[in-house]
C-alpha cells in the first residue's frame, strides 16, 4: 500500500459514520448503498440484467456464430448452448470456443452492450470513470469434462490488481455444478494470508479445507454476477446434464492502481468524464510546454 492509498484509507475510516445507510448526510445515495451491499458482505452481487435486449442480442450472435462452426446447421432450437455436448466433441471445444470469442470481439457493438447489462451496479459497486477489458471472454463447460477447469483462486495471486471486480454473464442458467464457487468474506478473513497458507498445500487440500464453506453462485439467464477476484473462487467438474457458457469481463476504476493487466495491453478507459478529460488534457500540455521550453 503505498502513502496516498493510506491517507485515503485513513481519510475515509474517520468519514465512514456518514456513510451509514441510516444516516440522511450519507454521501451515497440509496441505490447506491443497495447495489454495493451484497458486494461488501457476500463478496459478489446477483441482479438482474440492466438491458435484456442487449444480453439477447449478445446470446443470438453466440447462438448463430456456434451453427456456423457446426458447418452452417442453422439449428433453432434454444437450448442449443446448453446441449452443445450433443454437437461436439471435448477436442472440438477450444476451436468452437475461440471462434465465438473472435465473433464477438469482432462486432464493436458488443462490449458496450454488454457494460449496459450492468452498468448501475458497476458505477455503484467501481465508480462512474472505468477502464473495461479489451476483449470479452468466454468459458464453456460441458457435462463430465475436466479439460477446462480453474481450481480454487483469488486473481490477486497471479498478479491481478485487487481493484478489479469481474463481471460474469451466463449465457444459460447456471447452478450447482454447472456454476462456479465463492469463499465469502466472512469466512476468508484475508485472502492475501491465504495465499501465504497455500505455500503448503497444493489446491485440491486446499478446496476440501474449505469446501463446507464455499457458496455456490446460482445464477440465471437473464441475470449477471459481479464480484470480488481477491476472494478465493473456482469451479469443479460439470456433473449436470447441461454445457455451462459464461461471459466474463474485468472492469476497474481508471485512476486506480494496475498490476499484470496494463492500461492500453488489456484494460481501455471507457467512461472517463470532461472534469478527467480536462485534467489531464491540462497536464499533457504543461508536459508538452515543458519539453518545448
Ligand atoms: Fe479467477
Known sequence: MNGDTQEIMNLYSLNKQSNDPSEQD?????????????FIEE???IQTVESPSDLERIRK??????CQYLVNKDIKTDDLLDYIHQYVTPDQLNDLRLHIINTLNGNRWVRPAYFRLARHA????VGNELAMQLRLN???QMPEDDSSLLPIHADTWSGDSPFEVVVWVPLVNCYATKSMYLLPPTV???PAQMLTNTYAQDSETLFHAVEKDLVWLNVKYGQVLVFNQNL???????RESETRWTLNCRFKG??????DKRLGEFFEPITLRPASRQGLDYHLSETRNHQAG
Open 138 to 140: 468466454l468459458s464453456i
Open 26 to 38: 450519507s454521501f451515497y445515495s440509496v441505490r447506491e448503498l443497495a447495489d454495493a451491499r451484497q
Open 61 to 66: 450472435l453466440v447462438h448463430e456464430a456456434a
Open 122 to 125: 458497476l458505477e455503484s459497486i
Open 254 to 259: 481508471v485512476f486506480t492502481p494496475y498490476a
Open 232 to 238: 478465493p473462487h473456482g469451479n469443479r467438474i460439470n
Open 43 to 45: 463478496g459478489y452481487r
Open 188 to 190: 476468508c478473513g484475508d
